[in-house]
Protein backbone atom coordinates (compact mmCIF):
# COMPACT_ATOMS: atom_id res chain seq x y z
CA UNK A 1 0.00 0.00 0.00
CA UNK A 2 2.60 2.61 1.05
CA UNK A 3 3.51 2.52 -2.63
CA UNK A 4 0.67 3.91 -4.14
CA UNK A 5 1.28 6.60 -1.40
CA UNK A 6 4.24 7.55 -3.19
CA UNK A 7 2.41 7.03 -6.86
CA UNK A 8 -0.09 9.75 -5.13
CA UNK A 9 2.90 11.83 -3.60
CA UNK A 10 4.11 11.87 -7.68
CA UNK A 11 0.82 12.76 -8.44
CA UNK A 12 -0.02 15.67 -6.60
CA UNK A 13 3.78 16.96 -7.50
CA UNK A 14 3.26 16.84 -10.68
CA UNK A 15 0.15 18.70 -10.72
CA UNK A 16 2.06 21.57 -8.13
CA UNK A 17 4.75 22.04 -10.60
CA UNK A 18 2.88 23.41 -13.75
CA UNK A 19 0.42 24.99 -11.60
CA UNK A 20 2.81 26.80 -10.35
CA UNK A 21 5.03 27.67 -13.59
CA UNK A 22 1.41 28.67 -15.19
CA UNK A 23 0.45 30.88 -12.00
CA UNK A 24 3.72 32.77 -12.10
CA UNK A 25 3.10 33.07 -15.53
CA UNK A 26 -0.31 34.58 -14.69
CA UNK A 27 1.08 36.95 -12.45
CA UNK A 28 4.39 38.29 -14.31
CA UNK A 29 2.58 39.06 -17.42
CA UNK A 30 0.53 41.54 -18.53
CA UNK A 31 -2.99 41.46 -18.89
CA UNK A 32 -4.52 43.81 -21.62
CA UNK A 33 -7.70 41.57 -22.85
CA UNK A 34 -9.19 42.82 -26.16
CA UNK A 35 -11.94 41.27 -28.38
CA UNK A 36 -9.72 41.07 -31.47
CA UNK A 37 -7.00 39.72 -29.46
CA UNK A 38 -8.90 36.88 -27.82
CA UNK A 39 -10.99 35.86 -30.26
CA UNK A 40 -10.17 32.43 -31.83
CA UNK A 41 -7.14 31.99 -34.21
CA UNK A 42 -8.17 31.03 -37.94
CA UNK A 43 -5.07 32.88 -39.62
CA UNK A 44 -6.49 35.69 -40.55
CA UNK A 45 -10.15 35.30 -41.03
CA UNK A 46 -13.04 35.53 -39.26
CA UNK A 47 -14.12 32.46 -37.69
CA UNK A 48 -17.32 30.94 -39.43
CA UNK A 49 -19.66 28.52 -37.38
CA UNK A 50 -18.65 26.59 -34.22
CA UNK A 51 -15.95 24.19 -34.22
CA UNK A 52 -17.67 21.94 -31.80
CA UNK A 53 -19.55 20.19 -34.66
CA UNK A 54 -19.70 16.17 -35.04
CA UNK A 55 -16.72 15.14 -37.01
CA UNK A 56 -15.43 12.29 -39.02
CA UNK A 57 -16.59 9.39 -37.60
CA UNK A 58 -13.79 7.20 -38.97
CA UNK A 59 -11.89 8.96 -35.79
CA UNK A 60 -14.72 6.66 -33.98
CA UNK A 61 -14.18 3.75 -35.46
CA UNK A 62 -9.97 3.44 -35.06
CA UNK A 63 -11.10 4.17 -31.04
CA UNK A 64 -13.49 1.06 -31.24
CA UNK A 65 -11.11 -0.99 -32.93
CA UNK A 66 -8.63 0.16 -30.55
CA UNK A 67 -10.61 -0.21 -27.26
CA UNK A 68 -11.25 -4.09 -28.05
CA UNK A 69 -7.31 -4.68 -28.62
CA UNK A 70 -6.37 -2.98 -25.40
CA UNK A 71 -8.88 -4.76 -23.44
CA UNK A 72 -7.68 -8.10 -25.14
CA UNK A 73 -3.88 -7.34 -24.83
CA UNK A 74 -4.18 -6.46 -21.19
CA UNK A 75 -5.08 -9.74 -20.67
CA UNK A 76 -1.77 -11.31 -21.84
CA UNK A 77 0.37 -9.75 -19.57
CA UNK A 78 -0.74 -12.15 -16.14
CA UNK A 79 0.29 -14.97 -18.82
CA UNK A 80 3.59 -13.41 -20.01
CA UNK A 81 4.62 -13.03 -16.11
CA UNK A 82 4.45 -16.24 -15.13
CA UNK A 83 5.23 -17.68 -18.90
CA UNK A 84 8.48 -19.30 -18.09
CA UNK A 85 6.77 -21.45 -15.00
CA UNK A 86 3.67 -22.53 -17.07
CA UNK A 87 5.99 -24.02 -19.88
CA UNK A 88 5.06 -25.32 -23.16
CA UNK A 89 1.12 -26.13 -22.75
CA UNK A 90 0.50 -22.54 -21.52
CA UNK A 91 2.96 -21.02 -24.25
CA UNK A 92 0.35 -22.92 -26.65
CA UNK A 93 -2.29 -21.87 -25.38
CA UNK A 94 -1.33 -18.20 -25.13
CA UNK A 95 -0.63 -18.72 -29.17
CA UNK A 96 -3.93 -19.48 -29.34
CA UNK A 97 -5.44 -16.35 -28.02
CA UNK A 98 -3.30 -14.68 -29.65
CA UNK A 99 -4.78 -15.81 -32.83
CA UNK A 100 -8.10 -15.43 -31.67
CA UNK A 101 -7.16 -11.67 -31.83
CA UNK A 102 -5.54 -11.67 -34.84
CA UNK A 103 -8.66 -13.50 -36.61
CA UNK A 104 -10.55 -10.43 -34.83
CA UNK A 105 -7.88 -8.26 -36.62
CA UNK A 106 -8.59 -9.38 -40.23
CA UNK A 107 -12.15 -9.24 -40.18
CA UNK A 108 -12.02 -5.96 -39.35
CA UNK A 109 -9.70 -5.64 -42.31
CA UNK A 110 -11.82 -7.50 -44.39
CA UNK A 111 -15.01 -5.39 -43.30
CA UNK A 112 -13.29 -2.24 -44.64
CA UNK A 113 -12.91 -0.55 -40.87
CA UNK A 114 -9.45 0.21 -41.08
CA UNK A 115 -10.14 2.14 -44.47
CA UNK A 116 -9.23 5.74 -44.21
CA UNK A 117 -13.02 6.38 -45.94
CA UNK B 1 27.18 1.62 4.61
CA UNK B 2 28.45 4.97 3.45
CA UNK B 3 26.50 7.96 1.59
CA UNK B 4 28.00 6.62 -1.67
CA UNK B 5 26.90 3.16 -1.43
CA UNK B 6 22.99 4.08 -0.83
CA UNK B 7 22.58 7.70 -0.14
CA UNK B 8 18.81 7.53 -0.29
CA UNK B 9 18.44 5.74 2.72
CA UNK B 10 21.45 7.42 4.75
CA UNK B 11 19.53 10.74 3.80
CA UNK B 12 15.94 9.33 4.35
CA UNK B 13 17.36 7.49 8.12
CA UNK B 14 19.00 11.27 8.47
CA UNK B 15 16.08 13.15 8.18
CA UNK B 16 13.73 11.23 9.82
CA UNK B 17 15.96 11.03 12.91
CA UNK B 18 15.77 15.06 13.10
CA UNK B 19 11.97 14.77 12.12
CA UNK B 20 11.17 12.22 14.81
CA UNK B 21 13.22 14.38 17.22
CA UNK B 22 10.82 17.53 16.43
CA UNK B 23 8.17 15.05 17.72
CA UNK B 24 6.51 14.52 14.29
CA UNK B 25 4.68 11.14 14.05
CA UNK B 26 6.55 8.52 12.71
CA UNK B 27 3.88 7.70 9.54
CA UNK B 28 3.79 11.97 9.24
CA UNK B 29 7.61 11.77 8.86
CA UNK B 30 7.95 9.34 6.25
CA UNK B 31 5.29 10.95 3.99
CA UNK B 32 7.56 14.22 4.44
CA UNK B 33 10.70 12.77 3.19
CA UNK B 34 8.79 11.26 0.21
CA UNK B 35 7.12 14.18 -0.91
CA UNK B 36 10.78 16.23 -0.78
CA UNK B 37 12.24 13.04 -2.44
CA UNK B 38 9.76 13.30 -5.56
CA UNK B 39 10.21 17.39 -5.21
CA UNK B 40 13.76 17.23 -5.78
CA UNK B 41 13.47 14.29 -8.50
CA UNK B 42 10.30 16.44 -10.34
CA UNK B 43 12.60 19.76 -10.06
CA UNK B 44 15.50 18.14 -11.08
CA UNK B 45 13.86 16.75 -14.33
CA UNK B 46 12.29 20.27 -14.80
CA UNK B 47 15.92 21.85 -14.51
CA UNK B 48 17.09 18.81 -17.03
CA UNK B 49 13.90 20.28 -19.25
CA UNK B 50 15.65 23.54 -19.67
CA UNK B 51 18.65 21.87 -20.72
CA UNK B 52 16.75 19.36 -23.70
CA UNK B 53 15.57 22.50 -25.31
CA UNK B 54 19.11 23.82 -25.75
CA UNK B 55 20.19 20.13 -26.64
CA UNK B 56 16.83 19.72 -29.20
CA UNK B 57 17.88 23.70 -30.28
CA UNK B 58 21.50 22.53 -30.98
CA UNK B 59 21.07 19.13 -32.21
CA UNK B 60 18.54 20.22 -35.33
CA UNK B 61 20.94 23.12 -35.98
CA UNK B 62 23.59 20.84 -36.53
CA UNK B 63 21.85 18.27 -38.68
CA UNK B 64 20.44 21.25 -41.08
CA UNK B 65 24.10 22.47 -41.04
CA UNK B 66 23.57 25.24 -39.10
CA UNK B 67 25.45 26.55 -36.11
CA UNK B 68 22.36 26.83 -33.61
CA UNK B 69 21.64 29.27 -30.30
CA UNK B 70 25.49 30.36 -30.00
CA UNK B 71 25.04 34.13 -28.54
CA UNK B 72 23.49 34.24 -25.07
CA UNK B 73 26.25 32.25 -22.96
CA UNK B 74 28.84 29.92 -23.81
CA UNK B 75 27.65 27.58 -26.58
CA UNK B 76 24.58 29.75 -26.24
CA UNK B 77 23.83 27.60 -22.84
CA UNK B 78 21.95 30.23 -20.99
CA UNK B 79 19.54 30.88 -24.17
CA UNK B 80 16.70 28.34 -22.96
CA UNK B 81 17.00 30.55 -19.81
CA UNK B 82 15.84 33.57 -21.57
CA UNK B 83 13.52 31.85 -23.52
CA UNK B 84 11.93 30.62 -19.82
CA UNK B 85 11.93 34.11 -18.65
CA UNK B 86 10.27 35.77 -21.98
CA UNK B 87 7.51 33.14 -21.70
CA UNK B 88 7.02 33.60 -17.93
CA UNK B 89 6.65 37.42 -19.00
CA UNK B 90 4.01 36.28 -21.74
CA UNK B 91 0.37 37.42 -21.81
CA UNK B 92 -1.83 34.93 -20.83
CA UNK B 93 -4.13 34.78 -23.40
CA UNK B 94 -7.45 32.90 -22.71
CA UNK B 95 -9.66 32.67 -26.35
CA UNK B 96 -13.01 34.17 -25.76
CA UNK B 97 -15.08 30.88 -27.30
CA UNK B 98 -12.87 28.39 -24.87
CA UNK B 99 -14.34 26.40 -22.15
CA UNK B 100 -11.78 28.06 -19.56
CA UNK B 101 -11.64 24.77 -17.61
CA UNK B 102 -10.89 22.21 -19.45
CA UNK B 103 -8.56 24.45 -21.59
CA UNK B 104 -6.67 25.57 -18.43
CA UNK B 105 -6.57 21.70 -16.98
CA UNK B 106 -5.05 20.50 -20.69
CA UNK B 107 -1.39 21.80 -20.08
CA UNK B 108 -0.92 20.86 -16.70
CA UNK B 109 -2.19 17.53 -17.41
CA UNK B 110 0.17 17.00 -20.10
CA UNK B 111 3.04 17.59 -17.87
CA UNK B 112 1.88 15.53 -15.09
CA UNK B 113 1.52 12.72 -17.33
CA UNK B 114 4.94 12.84 -18.27
CA UNK B 115 6.50 13.74 -14.53
CA UNK B 116 4.35 10.49 -13.13
CA UNK B 117 6.24 8.40 -15.46
CA UNK B 118 9.31 8.73 -13.24
CA UNK B 119 7.87 7.49 -10.26
CA UNK B 120 9.25 4.05 -11.68
CA UNK B 121 12.04 4.53 -13.45
CA UNK B 122 15.01 2.76 -11.08
CA UNK B 123 18.18 5.23 -11.44
CA UNK B 124 20.09 2.77 -9.22
CA UNK B 125 19.60 -0.48 -7.64
CA UNK B 126 19.02 1.93 -4.84
CA UNK B 127 17.73 5.10 -5.89
CA UNK B 128 14.42 4.49 -7.38
CA UNK B 129 10.72 6.03 -6.81
CA UNK B 130 9.04 3.21 -6.50
CA UNK B 131 9.36 -0.22 -7.96
CA UNK B 132 5.51 -0.52 -8.97
CA UNK B 133 5.24 -4.71 -9.81
CA UNK B 134 2.88 -4.02 -12.41
CA UNK B 135 5.23 -0.98 -13.94
CA UNK B 136 4.58 -1.83 -17.85
CA UNK B 137 0.92 -1.20 -17.13
CA UNK B 138 1.55 1.72 -15.57
CA UNK B 139 3.51 3.20 -18.61
CA UNK B 140 0.08 2.74 -20.68
CA UNK B 141 -1.63 4.30 -18.07
CA UNK B 142 0.34 7.38 -17.98
CA UNK B 143 0.48 7.76 -21.58
CA UNK B 144 -3.35 7.42 -21.49
CA UNK B 145 -3.73 10.67 -19.51
CA UNK B 146 -1.40 12.41 -22.18
CA UNK B 147 -3.72 11.53 -24.98
CA UNK B 148 -6.53 12.63 -22.69
CA UNK B 149 -4.75 16.28 -22.44
CA UNK B 150 -4.25 16.16 -26.02
CA UNK B 151 -8.20 15.77 -26.61
CA UNK B 152 -8.52 18.30 -23.76
CA UNK B 153 -6.66 20.98 -25.58
CA UNK B 154 -7.89 20.26 -28.95
CA UNK B 155 -11.89 20.31 -27.95
CA UNK B 156 -11.41 23.20 -25.50
CA UNK B 157 -9.63 25.58 -28.03
CA UNK B 158 -12.94 25.95 -29.85
CA UNK B 159 -10.57 26.20 -33.06
CA UNK B 160 -10.62 23.97 -35.91
CA UNK B 161 -6.84 23.30 -36.21
CA UNK B 162 -6.94 23.07 -32.82
CA UNK B 163 -9.61 20.44 -33.07
CA UNK B 164 -8.22 18.58 -36.50
CA UNK B 165 -4.43 18.26 -35.11
CA UNK B 166 -6.20 16.91 -31.69
CA UNK B 167 -8.11 14.36 -33.33
CA UNK B 168 -5.48 13.13 -35.65
CA UNK B 169 -2.79 12.76 -33.00
CA UNK B 170 -5.06 11.03 -30.34
CA UNK B 171 -6.06 8.34 -33.82
CA UNK B 172 -2.43 7.91 -33.79
CA UNK B 173 -1.51 7.75 -30.12
CA UNK B 174 -4.49 4.81 -29.27
CA UNK B 175 -3.74 2.98 -32.62
CA UNK B 176 0.22 2.81 -31.94
CA UNK B 177 -0.58 1.60 -28.30
CA UNK B 178 -1.49 -2.05 -29.39
CA UNK B 179 1.96 -2.39 -30.87
CA UNK B 180 3.73 -1.20 -27.85
CA UNK B 181 1.60 -2.50 -25.56
CA UNK B 182 2.54 -5.71 -27.21
CA UNK B 183 6.32 -4.96 -26.77
CA UNK B 184 5.74 -4.51 -23.35
CA UNK B 185 4.77 -7.98 -23.32
CA UNK B 186 8.41 -9.01 -24.42
CA UNK B 187 10.68 -7.61 -21.78
CA UNK B 188 7.91 -9.15 -18.94
CA UNK B 189 8.55 -12.57 -20.76
CA UNK B 190 11.58 -12.41 -20.85
CA UNK B 191 12.46 -11.02 -17.07
CA UNK B 192 8.73 -13.08 -16.06
CA UNK B 193 8.43 -9.25 -14.10
CA UNK B 194 6.30 -6.15 -15.02
CA UNK B 195 8.71 -4.32 -12.85
CA UNK B 196 11.11 -2.02 -14.11
CA UNK B 197 14.08 -3.35 -11.46
CA UNK B 198 13.41 -6.83 -12.25
CA UNK B 199 13.73 -5.92 -15.60
CA UNK B 200 17.01 -4.44 -15.43
CA UNK B 201 17.73 -6.93 -12.91
CA UNK B 202 17.21 -9.90 -15.33
CA UNK B 203 19.57 -8.56 -18.57
CA UNK B 204 22.69 -9.94 -17.74
CA UNK B 205 22.51 -10.18 -21.66
CA UNK B 206 20.32 -6.83 -23.11
CA UNK B 207 17.15 -7.53 -24.56
CA UNK B 208 18.17 -5.87 -27.53
CA UNK B 209 20.22 -9.50 -28.57
CA UNK B 210 17.33 -11.48 -27.50
CA UNK B 211 14.34 -8.80 -29.41
CA UNK B 212 16.18 -6.32 -31.72
CA UNK B 213 13.16 -6.51 -33.66
CA UNK B 214 10.84 -5.47 -30.40
CA UNK B 215 12.89 -3.10 -29.44
CA UNK B 216 13.13 -1.56 -33.34
CA UNK B 217 8.94 -1.97 -33.35
CA UNK B 218 9.39 0.00 -29.35
CA UNK B 219 11.36 2.79 -30.61
CA UNK B 220 8.81 3.22 -33.66
CA UNK B 221 5.48 3.30 -31.30
CA UNK B 222 7.20 5.66 -29.13
CA UNK B 223 8.03 7.98 -31.66
CA UNK B 224 4.30 7.77 -32.51
CA UNK B 225 3.25 8.39 -29.18
CA UNK B 226 5.33 11.43 -29.02
CA UNK B 227 3.62 12.66 -32.20
CA UNK B 228 6.93 13.39 -33.72
CA UNK B 229 8.16 13.55 -36.91
CA UNK B 230 7.86 11.14 -38.92
CA UNK B 231 4.30 10.55 -37.40
CA UNK B 232 4.07 14.65 -36.49
CA UNK B 233 0.81 15.60 -38.89
CA UNK B 234 -1.28 16.25 -35.77
CA UNK B 235 0.86 19.13 -35.79
CA UNK B 236 1.61 19.82 -39.79
CA UNK B 237 2.20 23.31 -39.53
CA UNK B 238 1.54 23.63 -43.09
CA UNK B 239 -1.87 22.57 -42.92
CA UNK B 240 -2.88 22.90 -39.23
CA UNK B 241 -0.60 26.13 -38.00
CA UNK B 242 0.25 24.42 -34.79
CA UNK B 243 -2.37 21.44 -34.40
CA UNK B 244 -3.98 21.00 -30.42
CA UNK B 245 -1.64 24.13 -29.08
CA UNK B 246 -2.91 26.55 -31.71
CA UNK B 247 -4.45 28.99 -29.10
CA UNK B 248 -2.09 28.45 -26.69
CA UNK B 249 0.48 31.30 -25.46
CA UNK B 250 2.92 32.08 -23.20
CA UNK B 251 3.52 29.26 -20.43
CA UNK B 252 0.64 26.96 -21.47
CA UNK B 253 2.27 26.80 -24.25
CA UNK B 254 5.29 26.32 -22.74
CA UNK B 255 4.20 23.49 -20.87
CA UNK B 256 2.90 21.37 -24.28
CA UNK B 257 6.27 21.90 -25.36
CA UNK B 258 8.16 20.96 -22.43
CA UNK B 259 6.07 18.15 -21.67
CA UNK B 260 7.01 16.87 -25.42
CA UNK B 261 10.51 17.35 -24.91
CA UNK B 262 11.07 15.41 -21.85
CA UNK B 263 8.44 13.10 -23.18
CA UNK B 264 11.03 12.12 -25.73
CA UNK B 265 13.62 11.73 -23.01
CA UNK B 266 11.62 9.66 -20.80
CA UNK B 267 10.84 7.63 -23.86
CA UNK B 268 14.15 7.08 -24.26
CA UNK B 269 14.80 6.56 -20.89
CA UNK B 270 12.29 3.56 -21.33
CA UNK B 271 13.91 2.26 -23.97
CA UNK B 272 17.01 1.70 -22.16
CA UNK B 273 15.38 0.37 -19.13
CA UNK B 274 13.67 -1.98 -21.05
CA UNK B 275 15.54 -3.44 -24.14
CA UNK B 276 19.60 -1.95 -22.86
CA UNK B 277 19.90 -2.74 -19.81
CA UNK B 278 18.61 0.42 -17.55
CA UNK B 279 21.44 1.35 -15.09
CA UNK B 280 23.41 -1.63 -15.81
CA UNK B 281 26.71 -1.43 -17.45
CA UNK B 282 29.45 -4.19 -17.25
CA UNK B 283 29.32 -3.94 -13.54
CA UNK B 284 29.55 -0.40 -13.39
CA UNK B 285 26.27 0.10 -11.55
CA UNK B 286 28.23 -1.76 -8.36
CA UNK B 287 30.79 0.75 -7.81
CA UNK B 288 28.24 3.57 -6.61
CA UNK B 289 24.42 4.70 -7.47
CA UNK B 290 26.32 7.75 -9.04
CA UNK B 291 27.45 5.77 -11.84
CA UNK B 292 24.12 4.42 -12.15
CA UNK B 293 22.82 6.99 -12.68
CA UNK B 294 25.04 8.88 -14.80
CA UNK B 295 24.72 5.27 -16.93
CA UNK B 296 20.74 5.31 -17.09
CA UNK B 297 21.21 9.14 -18.31
CA UNK B 298 23.97 8.54 -20.65
CA UNK B 299 21.60 5.18 -22.18
CA UNK B 300 18.52 7.79 -22.43
CA UNK B 301 20.23 10.52 -24.01
CA UNK B 302 20.98 8.17 -26.36
CA UNK B 303 17.71 7.23 -26.93
CA UNK B 304 17.08 10.97 -26.85
CA UNK B 305 18.85 11.43 -29.52
CA UNK B 306 18.06 8.57 -32.06
CA UNK B 307 14.24 10.02 -31.71
CA UNK B 308 15.70 13.56 -32.43
CA UNK B 309 17.56 12.05 -35.66
CA UNK B 310 14.60 10.03 -36.80
CA UNK B 311 12.78 13.22 -36.60
CA UNK B 312 15.47 15.19 -38.46
CA UNK B 313 15.80 13.04 -41.15
CA UNK B 314 11.96 11.63 -42.32
CA UNK B 315 9.25 13.47 -43.47
CA UNK B 316 5.93 13.82 -42.65
CA UNK B 317 3.77 10.61 -43.28
CA UNK B 318 -0.14 11.04 -44.37
CA UNK B 319 -2.42 9.79 -41.39
CA UNK B 320 -4.32 7.36 -43.35
CA UNK B 321 -1.08 5.82 -44.84
CA UNK B 322 -0.06 5.88 -40.77
CA UNK B 323 -2.45 4.07 -39.89
CA UNK B 324 -2.32 1.85 -42.63
CA UNK B 325 0.60 1.20 -41.45
CA UNK B 326 -0.11 0.54 -37.74
CA UNK B 327 -2.91 -1.79 -38.63
CA UNK B 328 -1.90 -3.60 -41.12
CA UNK B 329 1.97 -3.81 -40.61
CA UNK B 330 3.03 -3.38 -36.88
CA UNK B 331 0.10 -4.93 -35.36
CA UNK B 332 -0.29 -8.14 -36.71
CA UNK B 333 4.24 -8.16 -36.94
CA UNK B 334 4.04 -7.46 -33.16
CA UNK B 335 1.53 -10.07 -32.79
CA UNK B 336 3.49 -12.83 -34.84
CA UNK B 337 6.88 -11.55 -33.02
CA UNK B 338 5.23 -12.08 -29.39
CA UNK B 339 4.30 -15.65 -30.57
CA UNK B 340 7.42 -16.50 -31.51
CA UNK B 341 9.30 -14.91 -28.94
CA UNK B 342 7.08 -16.82 -26.25
CA UNK B 343 7.27 -20.46 -28.26
CA UNK B 344 11.41 -19.95 -29.23
CA UNK B 345 12.07 -19.09 -24.85
CA UNK B 346 9.71 -22.23 -24.17
CA UNK B 347 11.92 -24.37 -26.72
CA UNK B 348 15.41 -23.04 -25.72
CA UNK B 349 14.52 -23.01 -22.15
CA UNK B 350 16.88 -25.70 -20.58
CA UNK B 351 19.18 -25.00 -23.18
CA UNK B 352 22.87 -23.58 -23.09
CA UNK B 353 22.99 -19.76 -23.04
CA UNK B 354 25.12 -19.26 -26.35
CA UNK B 355 22.22 -21.14 -28.34
CA UNK B 356 19.43 -19.40 -26.46
CA UNK B 357 21.00 -15.88 -27.65
CA UNK B 358 21.16 -17.29 -31.07
CA UNK B 359 17.72 -18.97 -31.63
CA UNK B 360 16.09 -15.66 -30.60
CA UNK B 361 18.36 -13.10 -31.94
CA UNK B 362 18.05 -15.35 -35.42
CA UNK B 363 13.78 -15.77 -35.27
CA UNK B 364 14.05 -11.89 -34.81
CA UNK B 365 16.37 -11.54 -38.08
CA UNK B 366 14.40 -14.25 -39.87
CA UNK B 367 10.59 -12.62 -39.06
CA UNK B 368 11.53 -8.90 -39.56
CA UNK B 369 13.26 -10.10 -43.25
CA UNK B 370 9.95 -12.17 -43.49
CA UNK B 371 7.80 -9.05 -42.50
CA UNK B 372 9.96 -6.49 -44.83
CA UNK B 373 9.86 -9.18 -48.01
CA UNK B 374 6.07 -9.11 -47.87
CA UNK B 375 5.23 -5.38 -47.30
CA UNK B 376 8.25 -4.99 -50.04
CA UNK B 377 6.49 -7.28 -52.78
CA UNK B 378 2.80 -5.82 -51.56
CA UNK B 379 4.05 -2.32 -52.21
CA UNK B 380 5.50 -3.42 -55.51
CA UNK B 381 2.12 -4.62 -57.43
CA UNK B 382 0.54 -1.33 -55.69
CA UNK B 383 3.35 0.33 -57.58
CA UNK B 384 2.68 -1.37 -60.52
CA UNK B 385 -0.76 -0.34 -60.75
CA UNK B 386 0.07 3.16 -60.31
CA UNK B 387 2.87 3.19 -63.33
CA UNK B 388 0.61 1.23 -65.58
CA UNK B 389 -2.12 3.62 -65.60
CA UNK B 390 0.70 6.28 -66.41
CA UNK B 391 2.47 4.07 -69.45
CA UNK B 392 -1.43 4.70 -70.63
CA UNK B 393 -1.74 8.29 -70.45
CA UNK B 394 1.85 9.36 -71.59
CA UNK B 395 0.98 6.53 -74.71
CA UNK B 396 -2.27 8.38 -75.51
CA UNK B 397 -0.37 11.40 -75.41
CA UNK B 398 1.96 10.58 -77.80
CA UNK B 399 -0.23 9.38 -80.05
CA UNK B 400 -2.08 12.92 -80.29
Not at chain 2, 87 to 98: F, M, N, Q, R, V
Amino acid sequence: MSQWIYIGLFFIVGLIVPVGAITVARILGPKKPNPIKQATYECGIETVGESWVQFKAQYYIFALVFLIFDVETVFLFPWAVKLSQLGLFAVVEGIIFILILIAGLVYTWRKGMLEWA
Amino acid sequence: MSFWKDPLKIAADWLMGILTSWGMPEVAAQILIGFLGVLILISVLMVLDIFLVWVERKVVSRFQDRIGPNRVGPFGLIQPFADIIKLLIKEDITPSGADKIVYNLAPILSMMSVLILWAIVPLAPTVLGVDLNIGALYIIAAGAIGALSIIMAGWSSNNKFALIGAFRQVAVMVSFEIPMLTMLLIPTILAGSMGMTAITEKQDIWFVLLSPLGALIFLITAIAELGRAPFDMAEGESELVAGYNTEYSGMKFGMFYAGELLHAFTYGGFLAILFFGGYRFFGLEQVSPFLAIAVIVFKAFVGYWIIMWVKYTLMRIRIDHMLAFNWKFLTPLAFTLLMVTALVNALLAGTSTWLYVAGMFLSNLVLGWAALTIARSYSRKEREKVEGVKKVVTTSRSTL
